[in-house]
């Protein structure tokens, strides 16, 4: 057996983190993300949901979207991606969301997803943000996000001057 601990999938060193006392109202974060087949047979994988008419180009064909889209929840997912490692970023823990479905996400479409700080409510280090998603200018998905943030870690007080 190995002694060594396996890597981390992310470099703690290479994180951006914001603390509540950082935020305020406006800030705002966008992320571009171009739906690949792969995003789309993944996320099928991960969640069950294997409807053809994201799987599958005959029956998709005869939908009124004429062909495959991606699952809703995909396209909301990144919305989560935003939330975790940009705004807030590191350490934000979801408490709410809603979800508005305006129009269908296609493979190849490149969705940019772009949330803004609305409210912050300093019991609990929560933090209200307008979250959206768009594809040619055209808004997909809209709503709303809560999230808990972590305050800012207390200094710890001077250490002792070492005697000589």
């Known amino acids: 057996m190995s002694s060594t601990s396996p890597r981390p999938a992310v470099d703690p060193r290479m994180l951006k983190v914001l603390h509540f006392e950082d935020l305020h109202v406006g800030m ?3 992320m571009m993300k171009t739906v690949m087949e792969t995003d789309v047979v993944g996320f099928a994988r991960l969640s069950g949901d294997e409807n053809p008419i994201h799987l599958c180009d005959v029956y998709a064909a005869q939908t009124r979207f004429g062909q495959r889209i991606a699952h809703g929840l995909y396209t909301a997912s ?4 935003v939330l975790g490692t940009q705004l807030p970023g590191p350490g ?3 408490r709410s969301q809603s979800l508005n479905f305006h129009a269908p996400v296609k493979i190849g479409d490149v969705v940019t997803v772009t949330v803004e700080v609305k409210e912050l409510v300093a019991k609990g280090r929560r ?18 996000a809560v999230v808990s943030v972590p ?3 207390a200094r710890e007080p001077d250490a002792p001057a070492r005697k000589a």
């Open 78 to 81: 990144l919305i989560s991606a």
């Open 151 to 153: 305050g800012r870690p």
């Open 127 to 144: 933090v209200r943000l307008a979250c959206e998603a768009s594809v040619d200018g055209v808004v997909v998905l809209d709503g709303e």
């Open 92 to 94: 934000a823990v979801y």
């Open 28 to 30: 705002r974060e966008t």
